[in-house]
């Protein structure tokens, strides 16, 4: 009781007898710097703000919640590029797990033409990382009315990991993905097996799309909005606006279509 203002010193004093010789290098060492030509693949992530039926605030990201499916799967060892587009109003420190990633740059964008249209217009030309920003990060800040786009290699090991906005509040409501690390040319829910990996991979739906093992619960519904969704989702678009229940589908569903 009663220690409001009264602070604590700690004195840190090194027990040798000898002289210190340490001395600050006068360069630091440098970081292999990863190159833009080589990324695979680009991703958008919006950081959207709402609110939910009982007009509580809710944050999410490409507007989807915690529980809803897969829809980022990147490939160990791949080279991405993750665009975090911030359209409101506030600062939301993202972190990524199982990586350490290259801020490549922020770009200023117009915020109401992307809350009101989807569209990215650039405003400005792209600002390159501070000198704090240059190394290895885990966690950066987006700020709004800015594409904070990100170098991420993943690796080395697969498996399902998270990336959140790091405001406690945030995250817990509900500002928090999965993804999964998946080896090259199999998704997450693939089998070992190579006849069931062809199977469950192929589709014949061409280019950057690929079919999940449970697709047949989707296409059992007969929904007129399936080709839709095969010309709507391709590797660089947004996901899909409307909700999956329109499209026929359960709530426990919803990982059944993933884009690549």
């Given at each position: 009781p009663n220690t409001d203002g009264l602070i604590m010193q700690f004195r840190v004093?090194?027990?040798?007898?000898?002289k210190d010789t340490s001395t600050i290098p006068e360069y630091l060492s440098h970081i292999k710097r990863h190159?833009?030509?080589d990324v695979r693949r680009i991703r958008d992530i919006s950081l959207n703000v709402g609110a939910d039926r009982f007009g509580r605030l809710m944050f999410t990201l490409n507007n989807?919640?915690?529980?809803?499916?897969?829809?980022?799967?990147?490939?160990?060892?791949?080279?991405?590029?993750?665009?975090?587009i911030n359209a409101g109003l506030g600062v939301h420190p993202i972190h990524i797990h199982q990586i350490q990633f290259q801020v490549l740059d922020r770009i200023p964008i117009d915020s109401n033409a992307y809350n009101q249209t989807g569209q990215i217009i650039f405003t400005g030309d792209p600002e390159p990382p501070s000198p704090e920003l240059r190394g290895w990060m885990n966690t950066?800040?987006?700020?709004?009315?800015?594409?904070?786009?990100?170098?991420?290699?993943?690796?080395?090991?697969?498996?399902r990991y998270v990336y959140h906005c790091h405001i406690l509040e945030h995250e817990d409501y509900d500002m928090m993905r999965p993804f999964d690390v998946v080896e090259k040319n199999c998704g997450s829910y693939c089998s070992k097996n190579e006849k069931d990996h062809e199977e469950s991979c192929s589709g014949g739906l061409g280019d950057g799309f690929r079919k999940h093992p449970h697709m047949q619960i989707f296409e059992e519904t007969g929904c007129d909005d399936k080709k839709l969704y095969w010309k709507e989702h391709k590797i660089e678009d947004s996901y899909p606006k409307y909700d999956w229940r329109e499209l026929g589908m359960g709530e426990s569903d919803y990982a059944d279509l993933v884009p690549v």
């Open positions: 004093k090194e027990n040798t007898s000898g190159k833009e030509k989807r919640e915690f529980i809803g499916g897969i829809t980022e799967e990147p490939v160990v060892g791949e080279l991405e590029c993750w665009r975090i950066v800040q987006a700020f709004p009315g800015y594409m904070t786009r990100l170098l991420c290699k993943f690796g080395p090991y697969t498996g």
